[in-house]
């Protein structure tokens, strides 16, 4: 595939991304509210869009691709546990919706400190965000320079791939924030499901149709089929691997935050179920690319490369090859504009606003504006020490972002928790676990994110029994919850 011809390609998308955002850029966004939820105004069809495109991004068709390459079809369940997770925004999706939309929730740190009524509380768990986020950020910078390298056989550097998604992420989202993120990420998405899927039809063609698939992939790596198969999906690999994803949809600040943005319940409705349409549809895609790649490049070093491999072969057409190419780069780049302005409001919402107390919403903004460019950087040198497989490294963020989860299971459905044992729950779990990711990734055998889940629930449920709650704002706050959650299933 030729550099010309991508680079090309590269150019037509960056334009007409451009121009969707420049229109979706309606009225002035003076506002935090406005410039980092879209003032509570999407609806159903850009929420489900934009959701799957933040989500699915490189670790999907890049990620997962590797994974089902190295471990076999034990890929392919680890990724439909995440799916099973993402029914816990049926759960948690109306009740974050209605607190936002009452008490004016910009992040989900900022819920934390006032249903805890407690500053340390929003301030503890914004950190912790920003600790873990940015590894997950570099990840989807690693995803688009490895992608590009491998499609033009190095003629496109690994370090050209990521200044150019970290330049492309940072343009838009300066344009108009949110909102031409969500509505890029819409185009991004209807391109990635028609083109991909065409890719896996082509693919199996190749291999001589479904059953000449099937019977390649038993040929070529006949473990492929079973659990553990080769050993990499040993029973608490694939716990400690699937327990963090699980829970990435109320874990993960820059997707719980999309929970504060459909227009209303409606709109978050048709947002999960297509989402849940879209997940499973390229779920699928991404493990036949992995097996397809076992067949045809066995001998294959970095999993990582298997995508982008297949991209560049003989099976697929390069216009296709292309097309396939930037709407992964595209995914990529919309997780990163996500987290970008998930970080940055949590730094001036939660963080800033609350050590220089008074600080007003335009002042905020500002202050969100400047920081956006600090954690691009920072994103870009985390990717530069191309570290780990792509899924291993989104699971290990995950697993640092999993210890706020017993905090937001707490603030919708039990009373006696407090400020305190969310402070101590989120710092020494995150502690725990960044000292096994540094120390090789296992304590006593089990993973990160095992213990992180166990360790906070212990921590938050004992350390809030021997402390004071907040009684009067958990009644009002449960109450209204309650409330209202009521007439929507009477409704």
């Given amino acids: 595939m030729s550099a010309t011809l991508i680079w090309s390609a590269i150019i037509l998308y960056v334009v007409i991304a451009i121009v969707i955002a420049i229109i979706s850029r ?21 929420s489900a869009m934009s959701y799957s495109a933040t989500t699915y991004s490189a670790f999907m068709l890049v990620g997962l691709a590797g994974l089902t390459f190295s471990g076999g079809v034990g890929a392919y369940g680890f990724e439909i546990i995440y799916l099973m997770g993402v029914s816990l925004v049926a759960i948690f999706g109306p009740r974050f919706w209605l607190a936002g939309k009452k008490y004016g929730y910009v992040t989900p740190s900022e819920m934390l400190g006032d249903r805890y009524q407690h500053k340390g509380a929003s301030v503890v768990s914004a950190i912790a965000s920003c600790l873990f986020l940015i590894p997950y950020s570099a990840v989807q910078l690693t995803g688009i320079g490895y992608l590009l390298q491998g499609v033009t056989d190095n003629a496109i550097s690994y370090t050209t791939g990521v200044v150019l998604a970290t330049i492309l992420a940072l343009i838009f989202t300066y344009i108009a924030g949110i909102r031409s993120v969500a509505w890029t990420d819409s185009l991004q998405s209807i ?19 479904f059953q000449g698939f099937v019977d390649s992939v038993k040929t070529n790596n006949p473990q492929a089929w079973s659990v553990p198969g080769n050993g990499f999906f040993q029973f608490w690999t694939f716990l400690g691997l699937t ?14 935050q999309r ?35 076992s067949v045809m490049f066995s001998d294959l070093e970095n999993p990582d ?16 090859g292309v097309l396939v190419m930037i709407g992964i780069m595209a995914a990529a780049i919309s997780t990163i504009d996500s987290i970008l302005l998930t970080l940055s409001s949590l730094f001036s919402r939660d963080i ?26 920072l994103a870009y040198l985390f990717a530069q020490l191309q570290l780990d497989l792509i899924a291993v490294l989104s699971v290990s963020s995950s697993a640092g972002l999993i210890v706020v989860v017993p905090a937001i299971i707490g603030t919708f459905f039990w ?42 629930g212990i921590l938050f449920v004992g ?29």
Avoid: C
């Avoid at 319940?265 to 790649?293: D, N």
């Avoid at 606003?353 to 600090?374: E, S, W």
């Avoid at 402070?423 to 725990?432: C, D, E, P, R």
């Fill in 26 to 46: 309606r009225g002035k966004k003076q506002s935090m509210v406005s410039y980092f939820i879209g003032d509570r105004k999407l609806n159903g069809f850009v």
């Fill in 191 to 209: 391109m990635m499901i028609i083109t991909s899927t065409i890719v896996v039809l082509l693919l199996i063609n190749h291999l001589g149709g």
């Fill in 243 to 256: 327990i963090p994803w699980f829970f990435f949809s109320i874990s993960n600040p820059q997707v719980s």
């Fill in 259 to 293: 929970l504060f943005m459909p227009a209303s319940l409606k709109s978050m409705r048709y947002m999960l179920l297509g989402f849940m349409i879209f997940g499973l549809i390229y779920t699928i895609v991404s493990v036949v690319w992995g097996f397809s790649a």
């Fill in 305 to 320: 490369m298997a995508t982008p491999m297949l991209l560049s072969s003989e099976a697929i057409p390069p216009i296709l």
């Fill in 352 to 377: 800033y606003a609350n050590v220089k107390q008074g600080t007003k919403d335009r002042k905020q903004l500002l202050v969100g504006k400047i920081v956006i460019p600090v954690i691009a950087i």
């Fill in 415 to 456: 009373k006696r928790g407090t400020a305190a044992g969310v402070m101590t729950s989120i710092m020494i779990s995150s502690l725990l676990v960044i000292y096994i990711e540094a120390t090789g990734g296992l304590l006593l055998g089990l993973k990160s994110g095992i213990w992180g889940i166990v360790v906070s």
């Fill in 463 to 491: 350390v809030s029994l021997s402390t004071k709650a907040p009684e009067q704002k958990a009644n009002e706050f449960l109450t209204y919850i309650k409330s209202h959650m009521k007439k929507k299933t009477s409704n």
